[in-house]
C-alpha cells in the first residue's frame, strides 16, 4: 500500500461521498434508461439513449480506473469483481457497436448487454452487502440443489402414477380436454399443483370420478407442498445463517487484525520493561482523529472503560475493543432546558404555563387524542362528499397541529426530534404534509374550481396513515413495531438482490415477449377481448381481462414478476405467453419460480424469522453492558 | 398411592396393552359413527348408530371408573382432564337422550355433542403427545394475539385506504359488478389477498385504470403476506419450542424425582458408613424386571456404563441415569452365521456359493439394479396395452424377486430384516405385495376375462413406489431422507391434532351446510350446472364445477377443509357457502383459516424446521458418548 501523500489524497478523494453518490446515480440513470428503450414506457429516439448509455459506461470506466490507482495493482486483478465490472464494460461496448450498426442497417437485433446492467451494482466497490447476500446464495446452492433434485424425483414418481392412475379413465378437465394423459403436462400440473396455484380444479375431474383419487392428491401436496417446502425453507434459512456467521467472523478477524497493526504503530514501551501500551494522549488524538463527532464527555466515557483500572494507559486487549466501542451508540440525554425558558424565564416558569406542561404530559392528555384519531377514523369512513364531514377535517387538522405545538411548548425540541423518536417524526411528517395538501387542494377548489385527483389521492392516503400513531399507544406492539423498524435497513438490501434478479427476469421477458399480448384503454375496441392476439381467444388468461400483464415495457414487466412472485394464477399467466409463442416460453416461468419464490423468498422469510428469533433471546454483548456499568458507576 | 396386592393388580390391569387398544378401537368406533349418522355415507338406521355411541359411552365410562380406582381421590378430581372426560360423556347422553326424543317426535334437531368426540382422544391417558401439543397451542395464543390484532389494524387501515383511493372510481370487477366501494367487501377481498388466493384477479380493476394502484397492492402484500405472515411463524416456531422445552425439562425432573425414590428404596448403607448405594445383584433383579427382553450382554454393559471403576456397587448420581440407558437403543449386530452355512455347511461352503456371495456384495450389482430400475420406469410409461410391455412387467418381477432372494442367500435374514433396515423391508413388502396383485391380476383375466380396475390400481401403484428404492443409492440423498423418516413418528401426533380440528370443523360445517349444495353424477342433469341449488346460478362456485366439494357427508367435508388448508381458491368456495346461506357464513371460513393455516400449519412448518436444524447441528448427548466409549473400551 503506498503511503505518500499524492497517493493518500487519491485514496480520500476515491472515497468521498459525492463521488459514491455520483456513482449510485449513474448506476441508476444505467438501469433507468430500460424506461425509454425499445420497448418503451416514453419512447426516446436511439441516438439519445445509446448517448446516456455512453455516458454512464464513460463513468463507470472513469471510476474503476481511479481505484486500480489506488489499489496495489497485483490485489487489482486478484480481485474477481473488478475483472468483472470490466467484462461488463467492454461486453456492453461491444452490443452498442453492433445495435449501432445493425440498427442503422434497419436490422432488428436484440439488446443483450442489457441483462449485465445490474450485475455493476453488485459489483461496484459499495455494494459488500448485496454481494455478501449472493455469495450466501451461491454457497447454499448446492444443498438447496440436493433437496431440488430429491423433489423433482418425487415430482416425476407422482406423474407417473398419475399417468398410470387416471391417465386412462377417459376423463375430462372442465374445458373438456383430455385429463391427465399426457406425461409431461401431468409434470407441469403437478409443479403448479406444488405451488398451490392450481389447487382444488386439478384434482375436481378425479374427485368427480370417484372421492378415493383425493388421496393421491393430498399425499401428493402433503409431501411436496408442506413437507419438501419446509425443507428448502429450512436448507435455506441454515444455509445463509450459517455463511453470513462465517462472512461475519472473518470481517471480526480482519478488524482485530488491522487494530492490532494499529496498535503497533501507537505503543510506546513502559520504562519498567513491562508489557507496551498506548497512553491517553495518543489515544485522545487518535480518536479526535477518527470520529471528529465525539463530545469530549463521550470520549472520557470510552477512555474510563478501556481503563478500567485507571492506569492513564492501556494495553493492547483494550485498544483492539476501541473499533466495537465506537460502533455503540450513547444517546446523550442531557436534561438540556427548554429554548422557551432561558427566553422568557418569567412566562414559562408561572402558573399557568406549568398547569399546562403538567397538562400534557398527563396519561389523559395521550389517551384524548387516541379517542380523536379513532373518531377521526370513523369520519374518514364516512361519505367525503357530505360538506359537514369535509369540514370537519380541518378540525382534525388543527388538534393535531395544536397537538406538535403543545408538545414543542412542553419538550425540548432537540429531545422532541432526536433520532430515535420513529414516532414524533413520523407523527410530524404526516400531519405538516396533510396540512399543506389539504391547504393546495381547498385553495385549487374554491379558485378554480378544479379538485386535482392527484392532490385528493395523497390527502386521502396521508389521513389513513396519520391513524397509525394509535399503534404506538399499546405497549404489547411496541416490541413487534420496533423489530420490524429494525429489519428496515436489512430490507434495502433486500430490496436491491430484488431489483436485480428481476430487472435481468424483465430484459429477457422482453426480449422474449415484448408486444406478443397487448392491452386496449377503449373497452369498446372487439381485440380487448382476446388481448390483441387471436391465439388467446377463449383461453383463462384472455377471460380473466389479464391483457395488461405483459413484457411490453419495463414498468408492466416488473408488476408481472411480482404477480409471479406471489405465485396465485402463474399457470395461468404462463400458460397464456406459451399460448402466444411456445409451450417452452413455460421453461422461463418455472426458471423464475425457482429462483424467486423457492429461494429467494425464503431467504426474506428466514431472514424475519431470524431477526425475531434474536429479539426474543436478546441478550447485549459484553462490551455494551460493560458500558452501561461504567455510565451507572459514573453517575 | 396404595401399594396393596389387589391395588396393584388393578394398576397393572389399566395398564394392560390390550385394554388401551380396546380403548383406542372404541374411540375410533366413536369417531367412526359420522360416516354412518346422518348426514351419512352409508346411512344405518338411527337406532343402531345410537346403540353403537351408547356402547362407546359405556366403555369410557368402565374406563374412567378403573381409572379412578387406580388413582388417589383427591388426584383424580384435581385432575382437568378427568373432569373433561366426565362433562363430555354427561353431554353426550343428555344430547342422545334429546335426540332421541325429539327424533320419536318427529323434530329434527342437531346432534351438537358430535363436535366434543374427538376431545375425548384428546383427554384419554393415553393422549400425552397430543395434549402437550394442544398445551404449547394455548401456551401460545397471547403472543399469537398480539401479532394478530396488529395485523388485523394493518388490515383495516389499508382498506379504508382501498375504499378512499378506488372507492369512487366507478370501476367494475370483471363481472361488472362495482369494484372496491362497499368496506366490509374490501377488508374481506384483502384478508383473501393475504393469503394469496385472489391475487393478481383483486388488483386488475385498478391496475387497468392506472397502473400506480398496483403500488398500494405491492406494499399490501409485501407488509402482510410476507412479513405479518413471517412473523406468525415466528411467533409460533418460536413458542412453540419453548414451551416444549419447558415441558421436557419438567418430565426430566419428573423423571429424576422418581428414580431419586426408586434409589432410596433399593439403597443400602456400606459397612465404613460412606455413601447409600445399590449393589450389582439388586439393580440387576431391577432391571430383569423392567426390560425382560434385554439381554445379559447388554445388561451387563450398561451396568460398566454406570460403574465405570468396577466398585461393584453404584452412588445416587449413576443409578439415576438408568432410566435414559435403558432408553438408548443399542444393536446387537452378532456376526451370526448364516442358517444355511450350519446347515449344508459343504455347499455353502464351495467356491460357487463363495463367488456369488462376492459378486452379491458387489458394487456393480447395485449399480446393475439401479439401472434395471430405470429401465422399469420407462416401461412403465409405456402403453401397458402393448403385449410385449405387459409381459416385461413379468420379466422385472423376476429379477426382483431373484435380487431378494440372492440377498437372503448372502446376507443373515435376522440381519436383514433388522428394524433399521428400513429399505430392506420397503423393498420385499413393495416386491411381494405386487407379485401377489400381479398374479391375482392375470388370473382373473385369463379365467373370467375380466380385469379389476382396483387390483390394476393397486399394481400399477406398487410398480411406480417400486423406484423408489432407487434413492436409496445416492450418498447425498440420505441424510434428507433420514430425517424425513425420522420426522414420521412426529407426524403421526401431528396427524392426530389434524383430526381433532378437522373433526370439529366437519361435525359444525355439515349442521350448517348439509344438503345446501349437491352433486350429480349424471352429466345430463340440467341442475348440475348450478349444483342443485338455484342461487348458485352464474356463481363461480358452480363455473369452477365445485358441486362435489360439499358438507354432505363427512368423507366430502373432510376433503373440502383439505382444499381449504391448501388454500388455493378458499374464496371462492366460502362465497359459495356464503351465496347459498347467509353472507355470515364467511366468518367460519375465515375462523378456518387463521385456526389451521396461520397456526397448525404454522407449527408443522416449524416442526419441519427444527427437524432439520438438529440434523444440521446434531451432538450426541453425554450418556451416548460415554456408553458408545465404554463399547470401545471392551472390544
Redesign the interface.
Known amino acids: 500500500f503506498d503511503t505518500s501523500p499524492q497517493a493518500i489524497r487519491l485514496y480520500l478523494l476515491y472515497n468521498h461521498w459525492a463521488l459514491k453518490v455520483l456513482l449510485y446515480v449513474f448506476i441508476l440513470v444505467n438501469l433507468g434508461l430500460a424506461i425509454f428503450e425499445e420497448p418503451a414506457v416514453f419512447p426516446l429516439p436511439t441516438w439519445a439513449t445509446m448517448l446516456l448509455e455512453l455516458l454512464c459506461v464513460f463513468v463507470f470506466t472513469f471510476r474503476i480506473v481511479h481505484y486500480a490507482k489506488v489499489i496495489p495493482r497485483d490485489k487489482f486483478w486478484k480481485d474477481p469483481k473488478n475483472i468483472c465490472i470490466i467484462v461488463i464494460l467492454l461486453l456492453t461496448l461491444v452490443d452498442m457497436i453492433i445495435y449501432g450498426a445493425l440498427r442503422a442497417a434497419n436490422c432488428s437485433i436484440i439488446r443483450w448487454s442489457r441483462v449485465l446492467r445490474p450485475l455493476l451494482l453488485v459489483n461496484v466497490t459499495e455494494g459488500r452487502q448485496l454481494r455478501r447476500a449472493f455469495r450466501s446464495i451461491r454457497n447454499a446452492l448446492p444443498q438447496i440443489f ?2 431440488f ?2 423433489f423433482m ?1 418425487s415430482l416425476l ?1 407422482f406423474s ?2 398419475a ?3 387416471l391417465g386412462k379413465r377417459n376423463l375430462k378437465t ?1 374445458e373438456g380436454l383430455p385429463y391427465f394423459n399426457n ?1 409431461l403436462e401431468i409434470v407441469f400440473d403437478l409443479y403448479v399443483l406444488v405451488t ?6 386439478v ?2 375431474p378425479a ?2 370420478s370417484h ?1 378415493m383419487f ?1 388421496l393421491f392428491f ?1 399425499v401428493y ?1 402433503l409431501i411436496n ?3 419438501f417446502m ?2 428448502f ?3 435455506v ?2 444455509n445463509y445463517k450459517k455463511y453470513l456467521k462465517e462472512e461475519v467472523r472473518q470481517l471480526v478477524r480482519a478488524k482485530r487484525h488491522k487494530m492490532a497493526r494499529a496498535f503497533a504503530v501507537l505503543q510506546e514501551q513502559k520504562e519498567d520493561g513491562g508489557q507496551p501500551m498506548v497512553t491517553q494522549a495518543n489515544w485522545n488524538q487518535l480518536v479526535r482523529q477518527v470520529r471528529p463527532d465525539i463530545s469530549n464527555g463521550h470520549r472520557e466515557l470510552l477512555w474510563h472503560v478501556c481503563d478500567d483500572k485507571n492506569h492513564g494507559f492501556i494495553g493492547k486487549g483494550a485498544f483492539v475493543q476501541l473499533a466495537d466501542l465506537l460502533n455503540i451508540e450513547v444517546i446523550t440525554l442531557k436534561s438540556r432546558p427548554h429554548p422557551l425558558q432561558s427566553l422568557f424565564p418569567k412566562i414559562y416558569q408561572s402558573a399557568p404555563s406549568r398547569l399546562l406542561c403538567r397538562m400534557v404530559q398527563h396519561r389523559a392528555f395521550v389517551i384524548a387524542f387516541d379517542l380523536i384519531i379513532l373518531v377521526n ?1 370513523v369520519f ?2 364516512l361519505d367525503e362528499e357530505n360538506p359537514l364531514i369535509s369540514n370537519s377535517e380541518w378540525v382534525f387538522l388543527t388538534l393535531y397541529v395544536l397537538e406538535i405545538l403543545l408538545k414543542l411548548y412542553v419538550f425540548e425540541p432537540k429531545a422532541f426530534f432526536s433520532r430515535y423518536s420513529f414516532w414524533n417524526w413520523f407523527d410530524t411528517l404526516i400531519v405538516v404534509t396533510a396540512l399543506i395538501a389539504t391547504i393546495i387542494n381547498s385553495a385549487l377548489k374554491s379558485l378554480v374550481r378544479y379538485t386535482s385527483r392527484q392532490i385528493l ?1 395523497i390527502v ?2 396521508l ?2 396513515l396519520r ?2 400513531r394509535v ?1 404506538d399507544g399499546f405497549k ?2 411496541r416490541a ?2 420496533n423489530t ?1 423498524i429494525r ?1 428496515g435497513p436489512a430490507i434495502l438490501t433486500f430490496g436491491q438482490l430484488i431489483i436485480v434478479v428481476f430487472y435481468i427476469f424483465a430484459m429477457v421477458g422482453m426480449e422474449l415477449f415484448k408486444h406478443k399480448v397487448k ?1 386496449y384503454e377503449d373497452s369498446n375496441d372487439p381485440a380487448k377481448a382476446y388481448c390483441g392476439n387471436p391465439l388467446l381467444n377463449n383461453t383463462a388468461f384472455a377471460q ?3 391483457c ?2 405483459n413484457f411490453n415495457n419495463v ?2 414487466s416488473f ?1 408481472l414478476l ?2 409471479l412472485t ?4 402463474w399457470h395461468v399467466l404462463s400458460s397464456g405467453f406459451a399460448t402466444v409463442t411456445h409451450v417452452s416460453a413455460r421453461i422461463f416461468f418455472v426458471i423464475f419460480h425457482i429462483l424467486v419464490v423457492i429461494i429467494i ?1 425464503n431467504i ?2 428466514a431472514f ?2 431470524e431477526a ?2 434474536v429479539e ?1 433471546s436478546m441478550d447485549k454483548n459484553d462490551l455494551q453492558t460493560s458500558l452501561e456499568k461504567k455510565i451507572k458507576e459514573l453517575e
Open positions: 440436493n433437496v433434485l430429491l424425483f414418481m407417473l402414477m399417468l398410470k392412475l372442465i406425461y398451490t396455484a392450481n389447487s382444488p380444479d384434482m375436481m374427485y368427480n372421492s383425493t393430498i401436496i407442498t408442506y413437507i419446509s425443507v425453507l429450512a436448507v434459512y441454515n377514523a374518514i369512513g389521492d386521502f392516503i389521513r389513513v391513524l397509525l399503534v404489547r406492539f413487534i413495531i420490524l429489519i392491452f380473466l381481462n389479464y395488461k400483464n414498468v408492466s408488476i411480482v404477480e406471489v405465485v396465485n394464477q423468498v426474506f422469510v424475519v424469522l425475531f428469533f426474543y
